[in-house]
């Protein structure tokens, strides 16, 4: 019954970082969104592991905070040569790229 | 037991939606703290000791400082926004929703051994057995993740040199 409102709550979580991600416009709010929605979806696989016993739920967790170290020193990285060169945070503003 | 697992998802719930809905980075920084360690004590109801343990060092340490020395890069402090920050009405969400985990954690010490964990069974094998053997291919993977996003990082990271090459 815990796992299943567990299951509820990642996935209550993911749909507040889903929309974060798409209404916020500074970059660093859009990367703390991401942070959120990884971590919805290791709440998920916690509460799958927990469900059947199994060690696997916590195993995914220590990969998907491995890819979140990796992804949040590279984007800070972006983050801050964008703010260097931009003088801005604005994710609209950077669009040297349109094709 | 469900009760706290209850209390630490409306604290959870509440803090995401604080930092998608503040302007100053630093709040929501914080919040989103608070939003981790509750969700450590969620992993901990749910039997993952040790997830629990990696959420608050790696997450609530580790990465929120980056992201924090990352804000503080990015402009310089004005004294005045410094006051500001410093103001009671800037601390007092975060610290009533941290004091209501702390009143939980408090709660699960002196309760001690009588409290049952709500795992559906107990686990059989350990989690070091497993993620060296079946998926020791992960590992390697991750080592393969790490050491770019290393380099990437230090790439990144250099100032901007002022004329083109």
Known sequence: MLTTHALVLAIMLFCIGLVGLLSRRNILYMLLSLEIMLNAASLAFIAGGARWGQADGEIMFLFILTLAAAEVSVALGIVLQLS???????????????? | MEVLFYI???VTLVATVRVITHVHAVH?????????????LIFYLLGAQFAAALEIIIYGGAIMVLFIFVVMLL??????????????????????LALVLLGEVGYLIAAGDHLPIDV????????????????????E?????????????????RRVSKEPR
Do not use: C, N
Not at chain 2, 80 to 96: M, N, Y
Not at chain 2, 120 to 139: A, H, Q
Not at chain 2, 141 to 157: K, N, R, V
């Open chain 2, 28 to 40: 929501a920084l914080l919040y989103l703290v608070v939003a981790l360690i509750a969700l450590a």
């Open chain 2, 120 to 139: 559906m069974e107990t686990r059989r094998k350990g989690i070091s057995i497993v993620l060296y053997g079946p998926y020791i291919i992960g590992v």
């Open chain 2, 75 to 96: 402009g310089p402090l004005a004294v005045e926004q410094e006051k500001s920050w410093l103001t009671p009405g800037t601390w007092v969400g975060p610290s009533v």
């Open chain 2, 8 to 10: 630490a998802a409306v």
């Open chain 1, 84 to 99: 260097y060169r931009f003088k801005t945070l604005d994710a609209d503003a950077f669009s040297e790229m349109k094709g």
């Open chain 2, 141 to 157: 993977l991750a080592s393969m993740l790490l050491l770019p996003g290393l380099i990437g990082a230090y790439h990144l990271g």
